[in-house]
């Protein structure tokens, strides 16, 4: 049996009046993923938070907007896969 890892990223950040836009390349057709934040680098990923529930799409590219914590110093990115 084949297994195909994906290893989607984050391809380019930028500012919208909506908030913050995120797009990237690399996932898998029509999965879903995750975006998740933390103010802390160095917790857990079980202690981060998830923003939002998305699906790449046919070609495995996503773009979402997300409106960044305000009263917070710093924010930290990630997407997250489902385990299929």
């Known amino acids: 049996m084949n297994l195909i890892v994906a290893k989607p990223h984050i391809d380019q ?5 909506e908030g ?3 797009s990237g390349s690399g ?4 999965r879903t993923y995750y975006l998740l ?5 160095t917790l857990p990923l ?6 939002s529930i998305n699906q ?5 590219n996503f773009a979402l907007t997300n409106s960044p914590d305000a009263e ?3 924010n930290f990115y990630l997407l997250q896969m489902p385990d299929p």
């Not at 079980?46 to 923003?51: C, D, E, Q, Y």
């Not at 790449?56 to 495995?60: D, K, Y």
Request: aromatic residues 12%; hydrophobic residues 45%; without cysteine.
């Open 20 to 22: 913050l836009v995120f």
């Open 13 to 17: 950040t930028g500012f919208a009046p």
């Open 72 to 74: 917070a110093t710093q």
């Open 27 to 30: 996932g898998l057709p029509n």
């Open 37 to 41: 934040n933390s103010t802390d680098l």
């Open 56 to 60: 790449f799409n046919a070609s495995g």
């Open 46 to 51: 079980s202690a981060w938070s998830v923003l």
